[in-house]
Structures are given as C-alpha cells and as structure tokens.
C-alpha cells in the first residue's frame, strides 16, 4: 500500500513545534530571519536588539 503524499509530509514533520525564541539563537539567526544578508554592521543592530527585547526580537520574525 503506497502513502498518500499527506502521509508523507506528516512522517517528516518534528513531534514538537517551537517558536522562534523557544530555543537560542544568535544575532546571525536574527538577521537571517529578517531576511537580509549578514554583515558585520546588521550582527551589531542584532546584539543590541537581542540586549532589549530578549526573544522577543527573533518571534517577531518567526512564528
């Protein structure tokens, strides 16, 4: 019996979801996730964003 391609996707899916600032990131994540290019200048407005808000800055990007 062949799997549905529901099936599939569902075997592949992780057994728990996270949110962004669930797990630690760095400022490079951050960046990322704003979806720039990282540069030594946009790691540095990440640290100090990261400093403020805490987790807050990355669930701002992510779900």
């Not at 704003?34 to 407005?45: F, H, K, L, N, Q």
Request: hydrophobic share 30%; proline share 10%.
């Amino acid at each position: 019996m062949k799997e549905s391609p529901e099936e599939k996707s569902t075997a592949s899916r992780p057994r728990q979801l996270y949110t962004g600032g669930e797990r630690p990131f760095d400022p490079e994540d951050l960046v990322m996730a704003s979806g720039r290019d990282v540069t030594p200048e946009r790691v540095e407005a990440a640290k100090r964003l990261m400093e403020e808000q805490g987790s807050a800055a990355i669930e701002r990007y992510l779900p």
